[in-house]
């Protein structure tokens, strides 16, 4: 597969040409790859007007995820953003109002999302998964929230989670199908999932729009992303979603990335999977066979249920980066690793064996609190553009939250914007270590 993107600023970079156009560095390296950073000089194509090697590139993408597909350098937040306003404009088009179903457990950029744009959610709460980081919804409850609720336009789901749960997408999409809406499947942590033997990728599922974030699975650079879009008349008018949210910069870094991805994904990229899942599931069960509780059903994520071994998330996370192993995320509750094809048997090898040689314990029986289902005091867009002030979790009772406040990772809400905040949700701030949260002033 040819790479234009990654061509044409390798030649220009080779070419000697005096650059009097940004960036300020000119070409001279600081940090070393300053000469193959550009910006839209003539002939280098436009990310949201794409008809050059951008759209070449992107024609390449569509090809090897089988339906249009659209970059963008700002992760899957500007993909999700654009996601929520398309789910908008196809409301509109039909002489509806947006009103989005969406599961609890979203990545906080969707709330911006819906508050910017004014459109209306109702939340999904589904099963419990030990963590406010899970939200599984079943095909029956999804049909029993359409029945509920006002003629929802569309759905908005997480999988897999920040956990490695993943949601029965074919299933939900028949569901929204049937009920005329759309599903938007946030599958920043699966990008993957086509390439597998049998591909699990929610766009080979019936989802309607989907996002991917290339950096976390694939070999790409962080805030390399995709928007994967079903049907030609959406397709006709992502660029335009994406523009609304995007920088008027996109990072010549970046798309080299994806370009350059393009060319290892239609290699032996599906062999190496297949091969890398194989060790992983064998991993898996070495790790369960010696007592460990995973978590998750994710190929290449390893999720660790860490007190039924007699430790915390977090307890488990330091005896590892005292190894040298660096994991993605740890709580109380869970240790998360995320993997990849690249990473090699030895290092496989390192990970079971100090997993392995941390001994056993009594189980901790402490269970984290579950938030319950907030009252909401005002509307998601009025608070989040609300003045807002900053206090101590223990005096925020009854007060309307304003901001989500929570970090990245994993940047899933334990109250969203608007909503009261309750004694139960004080108590869920303080055992994820929430010091403070913004308030409608």
């Excluded at 569509?62 to 908008?88: D, K």
């Excluded at 071994?309 to 192993?325: D, F, H, M, S, V």
């Excluded at 990473?343 to 009594?362: H, R, V």
Aim: hydrophobic share 40%.
């Amino acid at each position: 597969m040819k790479t234009p993107i990654v061509d044409f600023v390798r030649a220009y970079a080779e070419s000697g040409a005096l650059r009097c156009h940004m960036p300020g560095h000119k070409g001279q390296e600081l940090l070393g790859f300053e000469s193959v950073d550009i910006t839209e000089i003539k002939g280098a194509d436009s990310l949201y007007e794409a008809e050059g090697i951008i759209k070449q590139s992107e024609e390449n993408a569509s090809a090897l995820f089988g339906c249009p597909t659209f970059y963008s350098t700002e992760g899957s937040s500007q993909c999700i953003r654009a996601m929520v306003y398309l789910a908008l404009l196809d409301a509109e088009k039909q002489g509806k109002k947006p009103l989005i179903l969406a599961v609890r457990n979203v990545h906080k950029t969707f709330l911006s999302a819906a508050a910017l744009l004014g459109v209306e959610v109702k939340w999904l709460y589904g099963e419990n998964e030990g963590s406010y980081l899970s939200c599984k919804i079943s095909p029956e409850s999804l049909e029993a929230a359409f029945r509920a609720e006002d003629k929802p336009t569309a759905v908005y789901i997480t999988s897999p989670d920040y956990l490695g749960n993943t949601q029965d997408v074919e299933a939900l999409a028949k569901v929204c199908r049937r009920n005329g809406a759309l599903l938007l499947v946030d599958n920043a942590h699966g990008a993957y999932l086509k390439f597998l033997p049998k591909s699990r990728h929610p766009m080979d599922l019936g989802a309607d729009l989907c996002c991917d974030s290339a950096h976390k699975t694939l070999p790409a650079l962080t805030g390399a992303a995709y928007l994967h879009v079903r049907s030609e008349e959406l397709a006709a008018m992502a660029k335009q979603a994406l523009l609304l949210f995007g920088s008027t910069s996109p990072s010549y870094l970046i798309l080299q990335s994806l370009d350059m991805v393009n060319k290892f994904l239609s290699g032996t990229f599906r062999e190496d999977l297949r091969l890398f899942s194989e060790k992983m599931l064998q991993l898996k069960e070495n790790l369960r066979l010696h007592g460990y509780t995973l978590a998750g059903d994710e190929e290449i994520k390893l999720s660790i249920s860490a007190k039924p071994y007699g430790y915390t998330g977090q307890e488990l996370g330091e005896l590892l980066e005292e190894k040298g192993i660096i994991p993605e995320f740890y709580d109380r509750d869970y240790l998360v690793l995320m993997l990849s094809c690249l990473n090699s048997d030895a290092e496989l090898e390192k990970i079971e064996n100090s997993l392995l040689e941390i001994p056993k314990k009594a189980e901790i029986s402490e269970k984290p609190p579950v938030p319950s289902k907030s009252e909401k005091g005002m509307e998601l867009r009025e608070a989040t553009l609300s003045l807002k002030e900053e206090i101590p979790v223990d005096m925020a009772e009854g007060r309307i939250l304003a901001s989500a406040g929570v970090g990245c990772p994993p940047a899933v809400p334990i109250v969203c914007c608007g909503e009261i905040i309750d004694r139960k949700a004080i108590e869920c701030f303080k055992y994820y270590g929430i010091e403070t949260v913004s308030v409608v002033k």
